[in-house]
């Protein structure tokens, strides 16, 4: 299972969760999205970015079957995983040698609710971050 959210100016305007594996879902989304990309107003760019996140040791047997196949770390009292995230800008505008980000929909797998929410904080701050560096 992935979740698929799209972002707009910092902020998340909707998010999903769909019944593929992660690479699957960001192809097939990128390929919807690609039907729509206005070449003349933006660039389309496919981006994979890995985010780490960590859980109190030990596991419980769920959360272990979904985090298996992302090689979950144990470092001291927490498990650490780094999971994919794909993100893929289409609406961005290029200012000097910054890239100004207007639209992008993320995809990356789905673990569970707060995992979702962490992540989905972490990619609009890096995202926003960006845009504030070029002001």
Known sequence: MSVVAKISKGAVLNKEVVNKDVFNAVKDVAAELLKS???TASDFIVLRDFYSVSYPAPLPRELLEKVRKYSPKRIEDKVEVTLP???IVHGAQWAGENLQVGDATVVFPYID???????LRGV???????????E
């Open 85 to 87: 995230i794909f993100e």
């Open 37 to 39: 990309w206005d070449p």
């Open 113 to 119: 609710d707060a995992t979702t929410d962490e992540i």
């Open 124 to 134: 609009v701050t890096n995202l926003t971050a960006e845009e504030e560096e070029l």
